[in-house]
C-alpha cells in the first residue's frame, strides 16, 4: 500500500539510480554526484587492462576451477550471511567442488595487515568498519589488484553488456584510488540525521528545518527526558566526524570538502568548518550527555530505540544493523541538517548520498582471478537482488532490487533524495585517501565536542595534522575536482 506522498519502491529504485540507469554525465542524481572517489583523475583516464578476444564469457578470467578462494567480511551492519548464503554460494554453483574458507570479523585490520605483510593475503576483503585498513597504504605497496578487467569483463545477466555498463557510475569515479581501479563500492548509502517518524507522529512534533527550530526541539524534549542528539564515543566517532563535515558543506558548499580532500592550506580553519564545530559542540553542551562518550554505536542505537535520542548521524545501513531490536512504536526517517546560518550556500533538504562498503581483491593472494570472479557473481542481478533481501540495502547493481520489499528508513531516504534533487553533498573522500588524517580527526572531534578544546582548536589541530600530510613526500597525494 502507498500512503499519500509516498513513492513506489519502483520509483525509489528509480531515484537512486537501480533502474535503467544511463552510464553517462546527467543520467541520475547519484551520476550527478559521483566524485573523483577513492582516487584523482576521471575513470576514462584509468589505464585498461583488455581481457583476451578468446575470453570464455562464462569465465572470462581464466579461474582454475579447483583452485581455493579465501573470503574475508566484515560483520558490521550487514552481518555476513550474504557473503556465505548468497555470494559465496554462486560461486560454489559456478565451479562445484571448490573450497572457499569463510572469514568473518570486525576487526579487518588486526586480523590482516600481518597477514598481508606475511605474504598471506585472503583472496577477497571486504574493508569496512572502524578497523579498516588504508586503501592507499595498500595501494603504494602493491597489494590491491587492478579492477579494470572486472569492469570490462562480460556481466553475468547478460555477456554482450560490460559489467561497467550494469552499476551506477558513482562505482567507477570511486573505485580509483591513485589513478587506477583498485576498489568496488557495493552500496548506495544515505547519510544524514535518523530519527523516530512514529515518536514525532504521536507527539506532534514538525521535523526542525532551521537551527532555530531544532535548537528548540531540543528544549522540548529535554523537559520530557529526551536528548536531542548523540553519538557514539566508541566505535563510532566518525559519524559525528561526518556530521560535522556535511553541515560544513551545507553552510559553505562542496568545495569545503573539496578543498579539505585536495590538502588546500586553510581549508579546516575556513568559516564553514569552524561554524560547523561550533553549532555541534553548542548542541553537544546543552542537550547532549557525555556519558554516550562511554558507548559504543550499538548500546547508543539502543538508546535511541528506546526514545532516549531524537537524532542520530548515521547512514541508511543502520535501519538492517538494529532490525532484531526495532520495537513496535518505531519506524526510521531521514532528516536533513537543519539550515544553520540562514545563508546557506546548499538549501534545507541537501543531504549526502553516496556509494560505499568497500571490497578489494588482493594482488598477492593465492587466487586473484577467483576474487575477479567473486566480485563479478556479486555484481550480477541475482547476487545484488539477494544481498537486498539478506540486508534490506539496496546495491550499485542497475534494476537489481525490483520487487524487493523495502524499509520504511529506505523509503524515506529516497523521499528526501528526490527533494534534494541536484543538491547532494558530495562524500568526503580523505578518509580512504589520507587514513591518518581520518583516524585523527577521529579522535578529535570526541575531543572538541567533549569541550576539552575550543572549536577554533578542534580545527587547528586538524590543519596541522593535513599541514604534516601535505608535506609528507612518503605519503601519495591525490586531488580531486567534484
Not at 156 to 168: E, L, N
Not at 380 to 403: D, I, L, P, Q, W
Request: glycine content about 10%; proline content about 6%; some cysteine.
Amino acid at each position: 500500500m502507498t500512503h499519500p506522498g509516498e513513492i513506489t519502491r519502483r520509483q525509489l529504485l528509480r531515484r537512486i539510480g537501480m533502474t535503467a540507469l544511463a552510464a553517462g554525465p546527467g543520467a541520475g542524481v547519484l551520476s550527478a554526484c559521483a566524485t573523483a572517489g577513492t582516487g584523482g583523475g576521471e575513470p576514462a583516464a584509468t589505464p585498461s587492462t583488455s581481457l583476451p578476444a578468446s575470453a570464455d564469457p562464462r569465465n572470462p578470467f581464466g579461474v582454475d576451477a579447483k583452485k581455493a578462494l579465501e573470503v574475508v567480511i566484515f560483520s558490521g551492519a550487514y552481518g555476513d550471511a550474504y557473503a556465505k548464503e548468497v555470494h559465496e554460494a554462486l560461486y560454489k554453483q559456478a565451479f562445484p567442488g571448490v573450497t572457499v574458507t569463510h572469514t568473518a570479523t570486525q576487526e579487518i585490520g588486526t586480523l590482516l595487515r600481518p597477514r598481508l605483510v606475511g605474504g598471506d593475503a585472503p583472496d577477497v576483503i571486504n574493508n569496512s568498519g572502524p578497523k579498516s585498513m588504508d586503501l592507499a597504504a595498500l595501494a603504494a605497496e602493491g597489494h590491491l589488484a587492478d579492477l579494470t578487467p572486472l569492469f570490462d569483463a562480460p556481466s553475468v545477466d547478460d555477456p554482450a553488456k560490460k559489467v561497467r555498463d550494469t552499476v551506477t557510475p558513482a562505482v567507477l569515479a570511486n573505485a580509483l584510488v591513485t589513478g587506477k581501479n583498485l576498489v568496488l563500492n557495493y552500496t548506495v548509502s544515505h547519510r544524514a540525521l535518523w530519527y523516530n517518524a512514529k515518536l514525532f507522529a504521536a507527539k506532534g512534533w514538525k521535523v526542525p528545518a532551521t537551527w532555530q527550530e531544532f535548537t528548540a526541539l531540543g528544549e522540548t524534549a529535554k523537559k520530557e527526558g529526551i536528548l536531542l542528539f548523540a553519538y557514539p564515543g566508541q566505535k563510532g566517532p566518525y559519524y559525528q566526524l561526518w556530521n560535522v563535515l556535511y553541515t560544513a558543506a551545507k553552510i559553505g558548499g562542496n568545495q569545503v570538502i573539496l578543498d579539505i580532500d585536495n590538502l588546500v592550506d586553510n581549508a579546516w580553519t575556513a568559516e564553514p568548518m569552524q561554524r560547523a564545530v561550533t553549532v555541534w559542540v553548542d548542541v553537544q553542551t546543552k542537550y547532549g550527555d557525555k556519558a554516550y562518550f562511554g558507548l559504543d554505536h550499538t548500546q547508543t542505537q539502543i538508546k535511541q530505540l528506546q526514545n532516549k535520542v531524537l537524532f542520530y548521524p548515521v547512514g541508511s545501513w543502520i535501519e538492517n544493523e538494529m532490525v532484531k531490536d526495532i520495537p513496535d512504536d518505531f519506524e526510521y526517517a531521514i532528516a536533513p541538517i537543519p539550515e544553520v546560518t540562514g545563508a546557506d550556500k546548499m538549501p534545507y533538504g541537501a543531504i549526502q548520498v553516496g556509494v560505499g562498503e568497500n571490497f578489494v581483491v588482493a594482488a598477492k593472494g593465492e587466487n586473484p582471478q577467483g576474487g575477479l570472479e567473486y566480485l563479478r557473481i556479486m555484481l550480477s542481478k541475482e547476487g545484488a537482488r539477494r544481498f537486498t533481501e539478506k540486508t534490506k540495502n539496496v546495491t550499485v547493481v542497475n534494476g537489481a532490487a525490483e520487487g524487493v520489499d523495502l524499509p520504511a528508513g529506505l523509503l524515506s531516504a529516497a523521499r528526501a533524495q528526490d527533494k534534494a534533487g541536484q543538491n547532494i553533498i558530495t562524500e568526503a573522500r580523505f578518509e580512504g585517501w589520507y587514513k591518518e588524517l581520518f583516524d585523527y580527526g577521529t579522535e578529535q572531534i570526541n575531543v572538541v565536542m567533549a569541550g576539552r578544546i575550543t572549536p577554533a582548536e578542534f580545527c587547528a589541530r586538524m590543519q596541522k595534522k593535513a599541514d604534516d600530510v601535505k608535506k609528507d613526500d612518503a605519503i601519495t597525494k591525490q586531488t580531486r575536482s567534484q
